[in-house]
């Protein structure tokens, strides 16, 4: 176990202010401890995730090394913790490279889902660059218009690399009003369910409304899920026929997240706002 303080920050991402969007830990260390410490820190965060982050040595394939735990466990995708990372990085100066006078590019993150990158534009704004899930079209498994509380359009399986199930349901107002039972949808998929349905005003800002529902990995409902989007993004690119869409994902907190499909890979662009900063003394 670690002896000596750590800076620990908590950043709500995918939004522009505070409070709102879905907030993570943010922890930089020198090198990862146990297992059993990242778990427990991120246990007593207690957001969606914690995300764990160390340098890497120069001229590797990768800047930093990042790791993502919920209150319950290790996860091999996020988004959110990955921009929020990425958001304490630049915002501290850590993302600078070794040269003072070199101004910092696109930094790369060495993860379970491979080499990640993140972008920051004069705006304030962080583009990921996450490979894109592959959906395939199922029938909807038994049970799951209960434990959802609504009737599916189309069913979809994301694959290995998020573990979803994409269910498309009438509008947004039936994604905006499901109280699903969290205990049933556990049967349901690997990590969880994504509800989601076109937006009824596209003027208002966004293209598409989504709610995601992970309780297997100890989370009900998550407020604003970059992994989600990397589904979300292909699935209304077909169907709205245009690569570029903003999604917004309806939870009580909200968040906008812009996807760009670029070849096998989906572009998330979006902002965040660092809200706590504090020493974690364990």
């Not at 309780?215 to 970059?226: H, L």
Request: aromatic share 6%; net charge negative; with cysteine.
């Amino acid at each position: 176990m670690p002896t000596n303080s750590h800076r620990i920050r908590i950043v709500d991402a995918f939004t522009d202010r505070p409070f709102a969007g879905n907030p993570a830990g943010v922890l930089l260390l020198d090198a990862f401890p146990d297992d059993a410490w990242l778990q427990h820190v991120a246990k007593e965060v207690n957001h969606a995730e914690t995300a764990f982050a160390h340098r890497l040595p120069e001229g590797g394939d990768a800047d930093w090394a990042l790791r993502w735990f919920t209150p319950a466990t290790e996860v091999d995708m996020c988004g959110h913790a990955t921009l929020a990372t990425a958001h304490v990085l630049h915002t501290t100066g850590a993302a600078r490279a070794a040269t003072p006078d070199t101004a910092p590019g696109p930094i790369r993150f060495a993860t379970r889902s491979g080499i990640l990158t993140a972008t920051a534009h004069e705006d304030g704004s962080l583009t990921l660059d996450f490979p894109t899930a592959t959906l395939v079209a199922t029938e909807a498994p038994d049970g799951v218009t209960e434990a959802l509380g609504a009737e599916p359009l189309s069913v979809y399986d994301t694959g290995r690399l998020i573990g979803d199930l994409l269910v498309e349901v009438a509008d947004e107002k039936t994604v905006r009003a499901l109280t699903p039972d969290h205990k049933a949808l556990i049967h349901h998929s690997e990590r969880g369910v994504i509800a989601t349905a076109r937006a009824e005003d596209p003027s208002l800002g966004y293209d598409f409304v989504s709610r995601c529902f992970f309780p297997r990995v100890g989370i009900d409902e998550d407020p604003v899920t970059g992994s989600a989007h990397t589904a979300l993004a292909p699935f209304w690119s077909e169907r709205l026929g245009r690569t570029d869409l903003t999604g917004l994902q309806a939870s009580h907190r909200t968040g906008l997240v812009r996807t760009r499909l670029s070849g096998d890979r989906t572009l998330l662009t979006g902002h965040a706002v660092t809200v706590i900063e504090g020493e974690l003394l364990a």
